[in-house]
């Protein structure tokens, strides 16, 4: 992943933004891989690790998920973890532009993974991975999608995004989990 790292400290097509400075990938034990959107600014590009903030302390948004992954008997830890975009996006509007120039960076780290399922967080992350515009988010959360990573077929599953201003981000997301026991 040394070159992916390159590659992103490299990059300028979203302009001069903070970026990773940290792997741009927490690896786990288990098959599965959350794929989430942007780095948040107090996230893991100041702790180094996805999901805590620098002193150590799991941010709300890794709270939902822990909760969430205890359902198919997994800890935060288990998880592979990436985020379509290298770079902290402070503008939503810019997401899906951002995404779209991190994209290749993002399939390589994706061919070098050795994961089984993916659950996108949210729709930028979704419309990505399976390479279209979504209109509704809910018409994909949970429905199973199966994509091509270099030689590897992986099966891609929605979620919401469990930040908790989503209102969805516990109880729309509770079944998906449940139906993972076992199969991650």
Avoid at 22 to 36: I, Q, T
Avoid at 159 to 178: D, M, R, W
Wanted: with cysteine; aromatic share 8%.
């Amino acid at each position: 992943m040394k070159d992916v790292m390159e590659e992103i400290q490299n990059c300028s097509l979203c302009g001069n933004l903070p970026k990773l400075n940290c792997e741009p990938m927490k690896f786990g034990c288990s098959k599965l891989l959350v794929l989430g959107e942007s780095p948040a600014k107090d996230g893991w590009i100041v702790s180094g690790k996805a999901f805590f903030n620098k002193n150590g302390k799991l941010q709300a948004t890794g709270l939902v998920l822990k909760k969430l992954l205890e359902l198919c008997d997994l800890d935060i830890e288990d998880i592979n973890f990436t985020e379509c975009c290298k770079c902290v996006i402070a503008d939503r509007g810019k997401l899906r532009v951002c995404m779209q120039n991190c994209k290749n960076i993002l399939f390589k780290q994706l061919e070098e993974l050795d994961c089984h399922v993916i659950l996108t967080m949210g729709l930028y992350p979704t419309e990505v991975l399976l390479g279209k515009k979504i209109d509704r988010l809910k018409d994909y959360v949970g429905k199973e999608f199966f994509i091509s990573v270099g030689k590897k077929r992986r099966l891609v599953i929605p979620i919401y995004h469990t930040s908790p201003a989503n209102p969805l981000c516990y109880k729309g997301n509770v079944q998906i989990f449940e139906k993972l026991k076992g199969r991650v």
